[in-house]
């Protein structure tokens, strides 16, 4: 199995910051793609940010230009750096990779267990 274990969440003021740190163990060959999703209570989860294994980003526009995501493979670790962050930022914020278990296996996706971020004004 392969878990993901998720730190870096709490409250704070607008326009502070915060970093997400997200790190998998387990049973893993090969880590792909990883990624951030955020969801507020009632409404839909949605992609925030995600990084490939060959280091492109993409970023929703809410929040392009205030947070990057970045990863550390030696350490299985993917991070979520939150710039400038605003009270619509608040939400659960769940970490989400793709992995393969065996070599040439297929890709599998993987959650965190989420981490809360409140942001107040």
């Known amino acids: 199995q392969v878990q993901l274990v998720e730190s870096g969440g709490g409250l704070v003021q607008a326009g502070e910051s915060l970093t997400l740190s997200c790190t998998a163990s387990g049973t893993i060959f090969r880590i792909n793609n990883m990624g951030w999703y955020r969801q507020a209570p009632g409404k839909q989860r949605e992609l925030v940010a995600r990084i490939t294994s060959g280091g492109s980003t993409n970023y929703a526009d809410s929040v392009k230009g205030r947070f990057t995501i970045s990863r550390d493979n030696a350490k299985n670790t993917v991070y979520l750096q939150m710039n400038n962050l605003k009270p619509e930022d608040t939400a659960v914020y769940y970490c989400?990779?793709?992995?393969?278990?065996?070599?040439?296996?297929?890709?599998?996706?993987?959650w965190g267990q989420g981490t809360q971020v409140t942001v107040s004004t």
């Open positions: 989400r990779i793709t992995a393969s278990q065996v070599e040439r296996g297929y890709d599998y996706l993987y």
